[in-house]
């Protein structure tokens, strides 16, 4: 632990001459536990960039260090830990010609939102930190636009979209977005390749496997007797189903251990060479998320004309369609199912002064498709474990796309400018077709509705400096009866000036995870809070 505030002392020491610094101290939720934290955020300029730095610590009542994000015991922990002190780093302002924002991303929008729609990677934060890419370039002939959700994941999720505003007759964009590998979404804290809740041995990257539960894992050299039955077994490390050299070795050590324990020696005995287990049962291998990787993706193209602009009004009127690459399973004979394609063949978007306003006839012509199916909850449902029926099993957010059938519908969105204190954003979709119905083993006819509303405090009120609520939940039958699913999120930021220099925030989050497999949210442990409550001040 000493060496680690040292590191801080001195990092910060460093970081602080350069431009100006925040420091903060209060608690965070982190794996549902309470910690106490005490952080320096400085600010580097250098030429047009803005670097703001994370250094931070937490601690329990205990004084137990999170050592998770000061971890240099190999090269890889020790590289995530470097990229995890960088909070963010920009290239002048989102509307310069080029705008670049490396670290935490609040929100990407691609377009219209059919594939990408409120993104985030912060979503977790400060359980799990991610430093992603936010870059975009305007020229004359349009503009790029890119975003990288995290680079300690070797860069899981990628996408980039290419508007072409005056080079054709109409305004056209492309949109790519790739998920490589959706099991990166799965916490793995010693970066075995086993996700910690499945892995035995979460802290320990050379083992992750333990048959008989009795602490030894089923590769670790003393672990003679893997399935707990009280025989011995062939000693099989490197799984090629033939006794490795030093089988014998190992065998004789085990009957030696037995007979130092019993007082007598089996050493002159008949089975002194032999292996009487002769059926070992073990338990399955778990998922190796580095060596059984599963992607997912999805282009998109939209068009664009405008009918209508003056100062103060502007009314255009757009298309879309988008197809989802990859695949998926009949959610009842389990056979495999071609991911499918989202369709908005009209589509009018609006501003009347403060308010913004967008309307669109959306389509699903065969299933198997989410629209913004990259949305704020995206690295919640990325990838999640479900036990039933004593089996855990991972399911990704691409699995569920077989329970939507062909749908057709709505969708409707308002931003509203209140005067110069508040920002508020409202979206609904509703769509009809076939979802598939657990009960009745079948798909069924019935609606399929999100709701999204965010409100924001843009000018202070005497000592509130800020304040953001939002509300989310999306594909379910009717999200005004509020019953909580696991893309329901909802939370708020407030912001208080106690003195000159010095601010009080708070931060809460709620999300949902179904952790039995059920097919609902209701037990307690299935409840995400996150909690953050930090005194920040200015050096």
Request: net charge negative; proline share 4%.
């Amino acid at each position: 632990m000493k060496v680690r505030i040292t590191a801080l002392i001195f990092i910060s020491s460093f970081i602080v001459g350069q431009g100006s610094t925040t420091g903060a101290f209060g608690t965070v939720t982190i794996d549902g536990k309470v910690w106490n934290q005490v952080s320096l955020r400085p600010v580097t300029p250098i030429w047009k960039l803005n670097i703001v730095w994370d250094l931070v610590m937490y601690f329990d009542h205990e004084g137990k260090l999170y050592d998770e994000n000061w971890d240099f015991s190999s090269f890889k922990n020790g590289k995530n830990t470097i990229i995890d002190k960088i909070y963010s780093l920009s290239y002048v302002r989102i509307t310069d010609p080029l705008f670049l924002k490396i670290g935490a991303l609040d929100r990407v929008d691609f377009g219209y939102g059919i594939l990408v729609n409120g993104y985030s990677n912060a979503v977790q934060y400060p359980q799990v930190r991610n430093i992603g890419l936010d870059i975009r370039s305007n020229n004359e002939f349009g503009s790029v636009q890119g975003f990288v959700n995290d680079f300690k994941q070797n860069i899981g999720i990628a996408g980039a979209r290419i508007f072409l505003s005056n080079a054709l007759p109409v305004p056209i964009a492309f949109t790519w977005v790739v998920d490589r590998n959706q099991y990166l979404g799965l916490k793995d804290s010693d970066g075995d390749g086993f996700p910690d809740f499945i892995d035995h041995f979460p802290d320990n990257e050379r083992y992750w496997l333990d048959s008989d539960g009795d602490g030894l894992a089923d590769n670790q050299r003393d672990e003679y007797d893997r399935d707990g039955d009280g025989f011995p077994d062939v000693y099989d490390r490197n799984g090629d189903g033939v006794p490795d050299d030093d089988a014998l070795e190992v065998i004789h050590a085990f009957w030696d251990e037995l007979g130092e324990a019993a007082g007598q020696d089996f050493s002159n005995e008949t089975f002194y060479d032999s292996l009487p287990d002769q059926e070992t049962i073990l338990l399955p291998t778990p998922l190796n998320v580095g060596a059984n990787a599963d992607p997912v993706a999805g282009i998109a193209i939209d068009f664009s004309y405008p009918i209508y602009a003056e100062d103060n009004m502007t009314i255009s009127i757009y298309a879309q369609a988008a197809k989802m690459l990859g695949t998926t399973i009949h959610p009842g004979n389990g056979k495999e199912l071609n991911l499918g394609m989202g369709i908005v063949p009209i589509g009018i978007a609006s501003r009347f002064g403060p308010a913004t306003f967008n309307l669109e006839y959306r389509m699903i012509p065969k299933g198997q498709f989410e629209f913004s199916y990259w949305n704020r909850t995206y690295d919640l449902e990325r990838a999640t474990f479900v036990t039933s029926l004593s089996e855990t099993k991972v399911v990704t957010k691409e699995y569920k796309l077989g329970r939507y059938g062909n749908q057709k519908g709505f969708y409707a969105r308002l931003g509203l400018k209140m005067g110069p204190l508040f920002k508020a954003g409202v979206s609904y979709q509703d769509l009809i077709g076939n979802n598939w119905n657990d009960g009745k083993a079948d798909y069924v006819t019935s609606q399929n509705q999100s709701f999204q509303v965010s409100l924001k405090l843009i000018k202070s009120i005497n000592r509130i400096k800020y304040v953001q609520l939002f509300y989310q939940q999306r594909n379910v039958p009717n999200p005004f009866k509020f019953d909580h699913s696991e893309s329901t999120i909802m939370g708020y930021h407030v912001r208080v000036e106690i003195r000159s220099g010095m601010m009080l925030n708070y931060t809460f989050q709620r999300s949902f995870f179904d952790w039995d497999g059920d097919g609902d949210v209701n037990s307690p442990d299935e409840t995400i809070n996150l909690t953050t409550i930090e005194t920040t001040f200015t050096l």
